[in-house]
T-cell receptor, first 113, second 114 residues
Framework: DAGITQSPRHKVTETGTPVTLRCHQT?????MYWYRQDPGHGLRLIHY???????DKGEVSDGYSVSRSKTEDFLLTLESATSSQTSVYFC????????????FGSGTQLSVL | GENVEQHPSTLSVQEGDSAVIKCTYS??????FPWYKQELGKGPQLIID?????GEKKDQRIAVTLNKTAKHFSLHITETQPEDSAVYFC?????????????FGGGTRLMVKP
């Protein structure tokens, strides 16, 4: 895989607690994305970044925030986790050329109890 | 925004048979249509893609067809093997969208029975 590491791989947390998921890439890709995967919904875009400190909202951004202070790191924060945010979260990267291949990390399974 | 519908949600075939997965999209500006395969416990991986100036593309046992007029595209897998068992996602995007975002279909779980 294209040098994408997600951490943690699994996390169980309680409703109302903040949670931060980390995506680290070694490919120097410009674009980074956070998706969530839920049965029947495929992959839905939460937030994306098109450069350091340049981020924007995706389709399902409510309750999530992101930060990108370095090219290689893209953080996803759930400010106050809810049970509806129980999901598998995937980070993906792309080099920057239009319509180029997306590379995915291995995912983080998050359970909010 | 773009909306991608994918059918069927599950598909079971006998080893050696063909499998077809179909997707429709809503945005006429979409011009890039990739397919991703996700094996258990892993992230999706690109297996084939097609651009709007092409009607069909093949790569060994995998082919994708595109009908821009009808706004649908399909994945064809011939001579299926047990290792083809996975979840498959179609997606669409347009070169004009900020962030080069892909919109994914809901996924198809393909099971190939030996």
């Amino acid at each position: 895989d294209a040098g994408i590491t997600q951490s943690p791989r699994h996390k169980v947390t309680e409703t109302g607690t903040p949670v931060t998921l980390r995506c680290h890439q070694t490919e120097n890709h410009r674009y980074m994305y956070w998706y969530r995967q839920d049965p029947g919904h495929g992959l839905r875009l939460i937030h994306y970044s098109y450069g350091v400190k340049d981020t924007d909202k995706g389709e399902v951004s409510d309750g999530y925030s992101v930060s990108r202070s370095k090219t290689e790191d893209f953080l996803l924060t759930l400010e106050s986790a809810t049970s509806s945010q129980t999901s598998v979260y995937f980070c993906a990267t792309k080099s920057g050329t239009v319509n180029e291949k997306l590379f995915f990390g291995s995912g983080t399974q998050l359970s909010v109890l | 925004g773009e909306n991608v519908e994918q059918h069927p949600s599950t598909l079971s075939v006998q080893e050696g048979d063909s499998a077809v997965i179909k997707c429709t999209y809503s945005d006429s500006a979409s011009n890039y249509f990739p397919w991703y395969k996700q094996e258990l416990g892993k992230g999706p991986q690109l297996i084939i893609d097609i651009r709007s100036n092409v009607g069909e593309k093949k790569d060994q046992r995998i082919a994708v067809t595109l009908n821009k007029t009808a706004k649908h595209f399909s994945l064809h897998i011939t001579e299926t093997q047990p290792e083809d068992s996975a979840v498959y996602f179609c997606a669409a995007s347009s070169s004009g969208n900020a962030g080069n975002m892909l919109t994914f279909g809901g996924g198809t779980r393909l099971m190939v029975k030996p």
